[in-house]
């Protein structure tokens, strides 16, 4: 994973579930901006909205959203306290309450990988543009 300067990268920090419609709104506009198709945007919305939604269900502290384009794919990062998520797991049953977020991006996104970071977790998700 490369490090961006400041001047590279877009971001936003969310905090609170009425965060969630500025967030949806930012990485919709920040795609456009980047060249990803339109018919891409809805996935990439859908894929930040489920990790973002998770912050805000299972740590505390909220989060930070990055996105910029690199080598023909616009990138996100989400960032939060919580800990390392478990990538790779089945879809859950049909019946199951819970537990189909994390499916579902890595479903979704044509790259997804995470790593610890000081304080926390960050989630990168990738989108071919």
């Not at 609170?16 to 949806?24: A, E, K, N, Q, T």
């Not at 998520?85 to 049909?94: D, I, N, Q, S, Y």
């Not at 996104?109 to 790593?115: F, G, L, R, S």
């Amino acid at each position: 994973m490369s490090d961006l300067s400041a001047e590279a990268v877009d971001g936003m920090f969310y905090e609170v579930p009425d965060d969630l419609r500025r967030v949806r709104a930012f990485v919709t506009e920040r795609a456009l901006a980047l060249g990803l198709p339109e018919t891409r945007i809805e996935v990439l919305t859908l894929a930040v909205s489920e990790l973002t939604t998770n912050t805000l269900q299972h740590t505390s502290g909220g989060g930070h959203i990055r996105v910029w384009a690199e080598a023909g794919r616009l990138v996100c990062d989400v960032v939060d306290q919580g800990p390392a998520r478990p990538f790779g797991r089945a879809m859950p049953a049909a019946e199951a309450i819970r537990g189909r977020g994390l499916a579902i991006v890595e479903r979704v996104c044509d790259a997804v990988y995470t790593a610890a970071v000081p304080g926390g977790t960050l989630v990168r998700i990738c989108l071919n543009l």
